[in-house]
């Protein structure tokens, strides 16, 4: 009985996990409207290199909200041979 609860559970997390882990993709920085702390987005708004896509992230909190830090970051694409 104990073993099936734990495979139901750490099944449960990894799902939890495997959605927040998701990044999302807009075109501009202006259409990230409410930012969380920790959360990924990136910004394919050409900028960076090629190859590579701009990532925003909230980083930390302040006293006006979460602060936004800004990187380029290799673009992950459909794997070719």
């Not at 960076?48 to 302040?62: F, H, I, N």
Request: net charge positive; hydrophobic share 40%.
């Amino acid at each position: 009985m104990s073993l099936r609860y734990a495979v139901c559970l750490s099944l449960l997390i990894s799902a939890a996990l495997a959605t927040t882990a998701h990044a999302a993709t807009v075109g501009r920085e202006q259409d990230i409207v409410d930012l969380k702390l920790g959360q990924r987005v990136m910004v394919d708004d050409g900028t960076c290199p090629a190859g590579q896509v701009k990532e925003v992230r909230g980083s930390k909190m302040s006293d006006k909200g979460v602060v936004r830090t800004s990187s380029c970051v290799a673009r992950y694409g459909p794997k070719s041979k």
